[in-house]
């Protein structure tokens, strides 16, 4: 028999792809003995461990080095750090036969190691347009790589690359079956145009601000719906009771049933994050996508791209971002539904369906 073992988090973007996928499994017969999650206690899947305990069999927590700069010192320490993780998961996993899935992030970089040691079947899974070292890296000794945008293609041995789509978690994609009216009642909200502000697992401070602003431009018929990230909506709704909003404003630290909320959206203002993404291409929503410019290789950038190429999407960078341009593109969609209906078709589109089946029958195939 064969267990199946999962790694990668740090953060939402490498993680909930990973639970929805895990998810999946655990609500089919699958011919797996087990399923083995490995994780660090500094990232988002210790924070979110009832998720983990509810949905693996089996799950472990270990001290993994993080790949931060390129001194000579620190890529030691952390190649150390990430050795002695893999020879921990070796003893956890001794006597086991097993396959491996990674979703990217430092966590994955153990279990992707041992299994060049072991020579054990490796699938990485790579969620933006533009990979991260680890995946790059991993991606020489993987059997297949699963990518999300089909473009990132050019960044991994062709023979390897499976265009899959992003698992979405079964409970979002649920709520598209709904009517927009029961989704409405069970809010408690009246039919009205919405625009969802989203900043990622982490909050963005910069749309946080732009939304608020925004808030006093706008009219009363627009509804304005904000998930601040909770390390800054106190400060946050604190800013909204200054400037007193001429448009309904609903603002929320973090929302479970984020799905809900896309359902009822005209309009989004979000980051680039893979996982936000296409969670907005799912549901057929326009969006303004205002990419982290930080992000490792620009990567937010480059799948904001995908959704812009496809019209689908805007792209305006922080550097480039006002209130009065987004109220701008805001009042066009509010005035003119054929441009909600043109573009929300566009970005529905651009959306990979079955991710989850379609990984599913690549790793069947080894066992």
Avoid at 6 to 35: D, M, N, V
Avoid at 109 to 125: N, Q, S
Avoid at 297 to 326: C, D, I, P, T, W
Wanted: hydrophobic share 40%; with cysteine.
């Amino acid at each position: 028999m064969v267990y199946l073992t999962l790694s990668g988090g740090g953060t939402g973007g490498h993680f909930y792809p990973l639970l929805a996928f895990a998810r999946y499994l655990k609500r089919r017969q699958t011919p797996f003995e087990g399923i083995i999650f490995f994780g660090d206690r500094r990232g988002i899947e210790f924070k979110k461990r009832n998720l983990i305990e509810e949905t693996f069999d089996s799950h472990f927590y270990l001290p993994m080095g993080k790949f931060k700069n390129r001194s000579t010192l620190r890529v030691l320490v952390t190649t150390l750090k990430t050795l002695r993780a893999s020879f921990e998961i070796a003893k956890r996993l001794k006597g086991k036969r097993f396959i491996a899935l990674t979703f990217g992030g430092y966590t994955s970089a153990p279990l992707g190691f041992l299994c060049g040691m072991k020579r054990a079947p490796l699938f990485v899974h790579e969620q933006n347009a533009i990979p991260g070292m680890g995946n790059r890296f991993l991606s020489r000794i993987a059997s297949k790589v699963f990518i999300t945008f089909p473009h990132s293609e050019r960044y991994f041995p062709k023979r390897k690359v499976v265009l899959t789509g992003l698992p979405l978690r079964e409970e979002i994609k649920e709520v598209r079956k709904l009517s927009e009216d029961q989704v409405l009642k069970e809010l408690g909200w009246e039919r009205k145009f919405t625009v969802t502000v989203l900043g990622g697992s982490q909050g963005a401070k910069t749309l946080n601000r732009l939304a608020v602003k925004l808030s006093t431009l706008l009219r009363e018929e627009i509804r304005l719906v904000h998930i601040s990230g909770e390390r800054n909506y106190k400060e946050t709704l604190e800013a909204y009771k200054k400037v007193g909003p001429k448009c309904e404003v609903k603002i929320y630290p973090f929302y479970e049933d984020i799905g809900k909320l896309l359902r009822v959206s005209n309009l989004a203002i979000s980051r680039a994050g893979a996982s936000s993404s296409m969670e907005l291409s799912y549901f057929g929503i326009p969006t303004i996508f205002v990419p982290y410019p930080y992000a490792v290789y620009n990567h937010q950038e480059e799948n904001a791209r995908y959704f812009v190429k496809g019209g689908g999407a805007y792209l305006l960078r922080e550097k480039e971002l006002s209130a009065q341009k987004v109220k701008n593109l805001v009042l066009n969609h509010f005035r003119d539904p054929s441009l909600e209906k043109q573009m929300g078709e566009a970005m529905k589109k651009l959306f990979i369906p079955n991710a989850e089946k379609n990984i599913l029958s690549h790793l069947l195939e080894v066992i």
